[in-house]
């Protein structure tokens, strides 16, 4: 399965995270548009309690990222269920781990005009994987849009993106 672009005038923002036990994790985002145009991305690592939670951290950062370029008709597609259900509940048993990280994308996204929560496989979701597993190798938190880095831009291009042409030595 690839990744398909959002409908005009909407933007797609894909997450995930790259685990590293006992509690390390990579946190990927990629914000496209209609055209298949990278718009942002954003790599780093965070210390997390779980899978789940650093999941939650990855839309997290997604939707922040995506606020602050004040987009306003947003789809999140990530290839973790459990988080969107947690989401998609208005009220009973919540995961006490997610709860405050859940807490804070609501209020975010209640500053869109439209948001869209969508399950993907993971196969769909490869480019938001990768940037998660990007966070691994540096320090620094990553932020990038016209020059993907080079790990990424074959998985951008099998996803339709226009990228720029790689360089050879």
């Known amino acids: 399965m690839q990744w398909l672009p959002p409908?005009?005038?909407?933007?797609?923002?894909?997450?995930?995270?790259?685990?590293?036990p006992p509690n390390q994790a990579g946190i990927g985002c990629v914000?496209?548009?209609s055209n298949r145009v990278l718009i942002a991305s954003t790599s780093y690592r965070e210390s997390c309690g779980s899978v789940t939670e650093a999941e939650a951290s990855a839309i997290l950062a997604g939707v922040e990222l995506a606020a602050s370029l004040q987009l306003q008709d947003v789809i999140i597609e990530l290839d973790f269920e459990e988080v969107i259900l947690e989401l998609k509940k208005k009220h009973g048993k919540v995961n006490w781990r997610t709860y405050l990280i859940i807490q804070q994308i609501r209020r975010k996204c209640s500053s869109f005009d439209r948001c869209i929560w969508v399950w993907i496989p993971r196969e769909a979701n490869r480019v938001a994987h990768g940037?998660?597993?990007?966070?691994?190798g540096t320090v620094d938190p990553m932020r990038w849009a016209s020059q993907?880095?080079?790990?990424?831009t074959?998985?951008?291009?099998?996803?339709?993106l226009p990228c720029p042409p790689m360089v050879t030595d």
Not at 148 to 152: E, G
């Open 148 to 152: 993907p880095p080079h790990s990424l």
């Open 7 to 20: 409908p005009f005038g909407l933007f797609k923002i894909n997450t995930d995270e790259s685990w590293y």
């Open 154 to 160: 074959n998985v951008l291009r099998n996803d339709g």
């Open 31 to 33: 914000i496209r548009d």
């Open 131 to 136: 940037a998660a597993s990007l966070a691994f």
